[in-house]
């Protein structure tokens, strides 16, 4: 019987550079998709899979996000004060119980299999979930969920992929399929960013995984890869030796966030899924369309004398 998924690893050392000059002082993982901080959504779906511990391997310049997951005495006497129970309400629900969170340094920033390394202590020797903040899922069951399914049936490792277009593949990590065994798809190997034309198939990794602890004793030696960085798809191609592997295309749509449109688009899909702001935003965004349409007034042709 495969052991239960307990712990999360979201690494949030990064510097967010492409989204500067917001993040010179804030953490990327703090930009808020409409009025709860990336970091916050992606914690909620791996809450809402059964996770207990909450481990973040963090940087310089990142103490936002752990202020952010403990009490805020003043704000919260502030709200008592002012009779708003129901913002209170809110944060209580948000605030992880006492000795479930936990932050780790990553000193230097030597790419996501370093990071995963550093958690390496606070993980132990279980299996363990690592979520990337950078991207946001939209779906009705959390894409967690779904992938904890698919490892309590087969054990293993388990990594979520989505459907890309063969002229887009790349751009992502990319994962070789095996056969299907009750709804998943046996990995034989991966590629992070093949030469167009080469991809072996059309599935991209998305940023979701679970993996057994064995990962941090391959890591521990991983020599730098692409990028002069301890990558983990590296570390990942050698666990595949020893143990399975399996994709799991999860329901849902995700979004980048690490991308200035993929973020902008976040925003809007995320606030037409609530009922608060759903008409609203959708009667904004035809007003903004039909001005856009009509000031695009295509340019007079130019004529030519000679």
Known sequence: MARPIRKAVFPVAGL?????????AMPKEMLTVVDRPLIQHVVDEARGAGIEQLIFVTGRNKGVIED?????????QTLVERGKTDELH????DLPGPGEVSFTRQQSPLGLGHAVWCARHLVGDEPFALLLPDVL????????SQMVDVYQKHGGNVVAVEDVAPEEAHN???VAL???????????????KPAPGTAPSNKMILGRYILQPKIFDILEDQAEGAGGEIQLTDAMLQLMQRQDFYAHTYRGKSYDCGSKVGFLTANIAFAL???DLRTEMLASLRNLLQEETENCVPEEPKISVG
């Open 172 to 174: 992502y990590g990319i």
């Open 16 to 24: 967010g550079t492409r989204f500067l000059p917001a993040t010179k």
């Open 90 to 93: 809110a944060l209580a629900r």
């Open 137 to 144: 899922v939209r779906s009705g069951r959390g894409c967690l």
């Open 178 to 192: 095996g056969k299907e065994i009750d709804g998943a798809h046996e990995i034989s190997g991966m590629v992070e």
């Open 68 to 76: 952010h997951f403990d009490i805020q005495a003043e704000l919260e």
């Open 273 to 275: 899924d609530r009922g």
